[in-house]
C-alpha cells in the first residue's frame, strides 16, 4: 500500500512541475551496495547509481529516478500513459556538482517538497598514496578520504580523465572507479561507461523547493520520519494501525545513514 501511495505522490509532484533543462555527454553507472541498518550485515542491498557529465560539472542520483524522470517527460508530453509503471528508488535526491564555483548542491525529495543545499567541493580532502592496482579493468591508484564520519578508501584511474566520482565524491586527478568506508557499509564501484547526448528537461525542480542549509535539512528530514504516518495521514490516505506499525518499523531499521549523524535517503 505505500508503494502505492509513494508513485502517487511522486507522480502528482513531477506532474505540476517545471523545471531546468540541462544536457548531458557522459553517463557513469555505478554498483552501490550499502547496509541500512548498522547491526544487520544481512541487510545489505545493491542499486545502480548514475553520474552525468558535462563540461560545466555533474549530476549523480539513482538509475530510477533517471529513469522515473524520463517517464514523467513522455506522459507529460502525452507520448506515455499515466499507467505506466514507474520503477522505485529509496535514494529521492540529486546531487549536482558544479565546476564554475566548486560546489556541491543536492536537492532531496522529502514528500511533495524538495529541500536544496549547498556544500563546498573543498570539504572533501584527499591523501594520494603511491599504491596502485586493477580495478575493473582500469589501472587505479589508491587514495583516502575523511567525509561525513566516515574514512574512504578510492581507487581513481587517469586513463579516464574526469576529475569526478560517485555521490558527493571528486579532485582526484582521474574519475573514481571504486570507493568504500572502512566498514564496507557503503561502496560504490563502476559498472560501465558510454557516451551520449542527452537533453535533461525536468533534472532540477522550480516548484516546492526550499532553500537551506545542510543542518536545517537534516533536522527536518528527522522531524518527517519521525512524523511519516501523521503526514501521511492528514494528506487524506487512510492507514490501518497494521500499516502504521510496518511504516513505523521500516525507518526505524534504517539507522545507518551514509553522512554519519545526518540525513541519507527515504526509503520506500
Known sequence: MLKKLTFILSLLFALNSSA???????????????????????SKNSVEMVL??????????????FISDSLFTEIKNKRASIDVK???????????????????TTYYRLFMDTY?????????????????????????????TTFSG??????????IPVSDGPYKFSGLPGLIVKIADSKNHYTFELLHQV????????????????TT??????????????????KLSQSGFTLDEEHRNKIREKYNRRNNPIELGGAWYLGR
Open 150 to 159: 566516515r574514512h574512504y578508501t578510492a581507487w581513481f584511474t587517469n586513463e
Open 213 to 230: 542549509d545542510k543542518k536545517t535539512f537534516l533536522q527536518k528530514h528527522e522531524e518527517y520520519k519521525k512524523n511519516i504516518v501523521s
Open 52 to 65: 552525468l557529465r558535462n563540461r560545466k560539472g555533474s549530476a549523480f542520483l539513482s538509475k530510477n529516478e
Open 86 to 104: 514507474m520503477p522505485k528508488t529509496r535514494f529521492p535526491y540529486k546531487i549536482i556538482k558544479d565546476n564554475s564555483d566548486n560546489t556541491i
Open 116 to 144: 536544496q543545499y549547498e556544500e563546498s567541493k573543498k570539504n572533501i580532502q584527499w591523501k594520494i598514496h603511491t599504491a596502485t592496482k586493477k580495478v575493473n579493468g582500469f589501472l587505479c591508484q589508491k587514495a583516502t
Open 195 to 210: 557516451r551520449f547526448n542527452y537533453n535533461y528537461p525536468n533534472l532540477i525542480p522550480t516548484k516546492n523547493v526550499y
Open 20 to 42: 531546468q533543462s540541462e544536457n548531458f555527454q557522459h553517463k557513469f553507472t555505478y554498483l552501490l551496495t550499502y547496509q541500512p541498518t548498522k547491526e544487520d550485515p544481512n
